[in-house]
T-cell receptor, first 114, second 116 residues
Framework: KAGVTQTPRYLIKTRGQQVTLSCSPI?????VSWYQQTPGQGLQFLFE???????NKGNFPGRFSGRQFSNSRSEMNVSTLELGDSALYLC?????????????FGPGTRLTVT | AQKITQTQPGMFVQEKEAVTLDCTYD???????LFWYKQPSSGEMIFLIY??????QNATEGRYSLNFQKARKSANLVISASQLGDSAMYFC?????????????FGAGTRLFVKA
């Protein structure tokens, strides 16, 4: 069974640009969560999608958005990039997203904003 | 409020010895899951072990076991017979149930160094 895949793996953008990251969950998983990881703030929850609906959102500005498609693939978008958005963005999938099921993570997308 | 605390920023252990990584949590949701993940220098998060709030017995997965003390709200990870490949960052996480909106939070992590 294929794991969670994320594309692209590395990205360099300029301040003010926008970026779209993609995540394909494990087959059969309907919940996809996104996290931002930085050395200073650690792992922070961005949002979670379940069956194409955003179920949860973390404390991030509206520049961060996402969506989920009918095949459970998910994208996250960051508009008007800031230097502080440089981070490792991790996507995780779970069968239902319930507290009884573990999340499996993708390799991450490392975003650098210059 | 939902909270996860890992008080050990770094730990050293001799190869082949056991090590315990501490994790305490706080939640008002009666149903929750506790998870441990390993993050090697490559960056990928690897799921290690899960413990449900209603589980009576401590979870075990190979060399990993979770010492779950519900009354004390602690979920410590025990790694037996440490190997050099265990050197990595370890994160404790908690996911609340429907009452808490299925939110997940992670602790700050503990960096484990295994010495030969």
């Amino acid at each position: 069974k294929a794991g969670v895949t994320q594309t692209p793996r590395y990205l360099i953008k300029t301040r003010g640009q926008q970026v779209t990251l993609s995540c394909s969950p494990i087959s059969g998983h309907r919940s996809v969560s996104w996290y931002q990881q930085t050395p200073g703030q650690g792992l922070q929850f961005l949002f979670e999608y379940f069956s194409e609906t955003q179920r949860n959102k973390g404390n991030f500005p509206g520049r961060f958005s996402g969506r989920q498609f009918s095949n459970s693939r998910s994208e996250m978008n960051v508009s008007t990039l800031e230097l502080g958005d440089s981070a490792l963005y991790l996507c995780a999938s779970s069968w239902t997203g319930a507290e009884t099921y573990e999340q499996y993570f993708g390799p991450g997308t490392r975003l650098t904003v210059t | 409020a939902q909270k996860i605390t890992q008080t050990q920023p770094g730990m050293f252990v001799q190869e082949k010895e056991a090590v315990t990584l501490d994790c305490t949590y706080d939640t008002s949701d009666p149903s929750y899951g506790l998870f441990w993940y390993k993050q090697p220098s490559s960056g990928e998060m690897i799921f290690l072990i899960y413990q449900g709030s209603y589980d009576q017995q401590n979870a075990t997965e190979g060399r990993y076991s979770l010492n779950f003390q519900k009354a004390r709200k602690s979920a410590n990870l025990v790694i037996s017979a440490s190997q050099l490949g265990d050197s990595a960052m370890y994160f404790c996480a908690m996911r609340e149930g429907p009452t808490g909106g299925f939110k997940t939070i992670f602790g700050a992590g503990t960096r484990l160094f295994v010495k030969a």
